[in-house]
């Protein structure tokens, strides 16, 4: 039976197991008595910890007392925050914007704070490694997390938590917020022996507690590892069914180093033995190893389909090519003296379906990129957000118009109450963040390559026409015309308030547009004299265009 390569993180385990012999060095400093020399022992409540720092890396260990009671309830993050208690609050995100906690491990958390906060600041050094043994290890999971707190990171400093036999910490909600990061997830080495019953002392046959971060499980020579939280689980629970293995304690150490002589000993490309092979030859009568495999298997593939991280960078380039043809697109319509909404609304020229495929790929990255942002701690989706701002809006102001066009070309109304994608309602809402952060400030400029500012231009100038319509229509009723003229007003107060800060498109003004259309019949209506004035004399159209029109 062989573990097949597309769920094995074998290489990346034998490059740390061969390099440095890393394991066995920290299980060893794990186990090392207070008699031992060459670190600092800190005791606190129920907790203790070492420090060994070393020229190259500085190693936190964690141990619990034996008489702690590992209390099987949770604790939601709204209620530590509701109770002044914010270790952990920058993870949550839009997306999951509250996760819950083991109960007594963030008491024991509570009960050391004090001492814990004095040990962030001590440590300084640029390679800093995490441990602990058993709740040892839970601990040292959350430590390793409010260290990943970007206000304590002054230095950037790497950091890596490897625990040995640690039980699970928190809830799906919690691996979700750290998987969904793009630096958490690699922070955690959770080492298992197949015999050890600790890890699984928060029962994980409710689903109630879900892992984080990669899971190296060994046997005696045998070894395997998993970062689906799924596939953990599934081992966990396998384990679970059957109890025969007692709580006996677990000598990690001799496993550690049987299986790094294995490793320097043998072509490591045919060591592709399952590590649950082990578990047949032993004392798991219960365990029915093949439908075990198997449900891995499905899971692993499911993980890796569904995984697909969001590289924006790996696809930017297609998007810019893509971008590069709708400007293309834009341009040519305008020498048409239609412009490129109205072109693709009536969508009957070739370069009008060309243009489809490029929207769709678009489109779909940019979907991708606002789904990922709202599933990423509140800080981290702020950096994202600040780097990507630029793209996110032009994409929005040079995209959104045509989704527009198609909307009102298939009989759509209010576009922007019914129509309108929830990924551009989030790219407008970045855009407001920034400028409410920034000084506002209006100035005249050459606008003639600009795109309008409001993306949802065209669906006030589709709704405008469909108000002159209702005056049109002799069955109109004395309120429905009311209305339509209190409306058709407040749309002039926002084109004419638009055009002031040069912030409309000049392309409106062609003579075909849909702009121009709802112009002829609304003058005729009801009009102000200050766009009246404006609109009377083509040349303004120029003027405004090169950014020298005075608006009174």
Not at 28 to 34: A, D, G, P
Not at 43 to 58: A, C, F, I
Not at 140 to 164: G, Q, W, Y
Not at 435 to 462: G, M, Q
């Amino acid at each position: 039976m062989t573990i097949t390569q597309s769920f094995s993180c074998e290489p990346e385990i034998k490059s740390l197991l061969i390099s440095s012999n890393l394991l066995p060095k920290i299980w060893t400093f794990v186990i090392s008595s207070r008699d031992d020399e060459g670190f600092d022992l800190y005791t606190g409540n129920g907790l203790s910890w070492k420090v060994d720092v070393q020229s190259s890396v500085t190693i936190v260990a964690f141990e619990v007392k034996p008489s702690f009671y590992l209390d099987q309830r949770m604790v939601s993050s709204a209620h530590l925050n509701d109770n002044n208690f914010h270790r952990f609050q920058f993870l949550l995100s839009k997306k999951f914007p509250v996760f819950s906690l083991n109960r007594s491990l963030v008491a024991l958390l509570y009960e050391n704070l004090k001492m814990l906060d004095d040990l962030q600041i001590s440590l300084s050094s640029p390679r800093l490694i995490i441990t602990g043994l058993g709740i040892g290890g839970s601990i040292a999971s959350l430590f390793t997390l409010s260290l990943l707190d970007e206000t304590n990171l002054r230095n950037k400093r790497p950091l890596c938590c490897i625990t040995f036999g640690s039980p699970l910490v928190g809830d799906k909600r919690l691996q979700e917020a750290i998987s969904r990061s793009s630096t958490f997830n690699s922070c955690f080495l959770h080492v298992v022996s197949h015999k050890d019953p600790v890890p699984r002392r928060l029962n994980p046959h409710t689903k109630a507690y879900m892992p984080f971060g990669t899971f190296f499980f060994c046997s005696h020579i045998n070894f395997t590892c998993f970062e689906n939280p799924e596939s953990v689980l599934e081992i966990l629970v396998s384990l679970i069914n059957d109890q025969n293995q007692g709580f006996q304690p677990i000598d990690y150490g001799s496993i550690l180093q049987n299986i790094f002589r294995a490793v320097i000993c043998k072509d490591f490309s045919q060591r592709r033995q399952l590590w649950a092979a082990d578990l047949q030859q032993e004392q798991y009568q219960k365990i029915d190893i093949k439908s075990l495999v198997t449900n891995l298997e499905k899971l692993e593939n499911e993980f890796l389909y569904e995984k697909r991280i969001f590289d924006p960078l790996k696809k930017l380039s297609d998007i810019k090519v893509n971008m590069s043809k709708v400007e293309w697109y834009k341009r040519h319509s305008e020498c048409q003296g239609i412009g490129y909404y109205d072109s693709f609304k009536m969508g009957i020229s070739t370069t009008d379906l060309d243009v489809v495929h490029c929207l769709v790929n678009i489109r779909n990255y940019w979907k991708d990129m606002v789904k990922e942002a709202d599933m990423m701690p509140y800080r981290e989706a702020v950096t994202f957000r600040a780097r990507w701002l630029y793209g996110g809006t032009n994409y929005m102001r040079m995209v959104e118009p045509l989704d527009i066009a198609e909307y009102y070309r298939k009989g759509g109304k209010d576009y922007m109450a019914n129509g309108r994608s929830t990924h551009y309602k989030v790219l407008e809402e970045w855009l407001k963040e920034d400028k409410r952060n920034k000084p506002s400030f209006t100035s005249k400029k050459n606008v003639k390559l600009i795109l309008s500012y409001d993306s949802c231009f065209w669906a006030h100038v589709e709704e405008a026409l469909l108000l002159c319509q209702q005056l049109e229509n002799v069955q109109s009723s004395k309120e429905v015309v009311e209305e339509a003229i209190r409306k058709l007003r407040e749309f002039e107060e926002y084109v004419y308030g638009s055009l002031k800060k040069y912030e409309v498109s000049p392309e409106i003004f062609l003579s075909e547009s849909s702009y121009m259309k709802w112009w002829k019949q609304y003058k005729e209506i009801s009009c102000k004299p200050e766009l009246a004035s404006f609109m009377s004399n083509p040349n303004h159209y120029d003027q405004y265009t090169k950014g020298y029109y005075d608006f009174p």
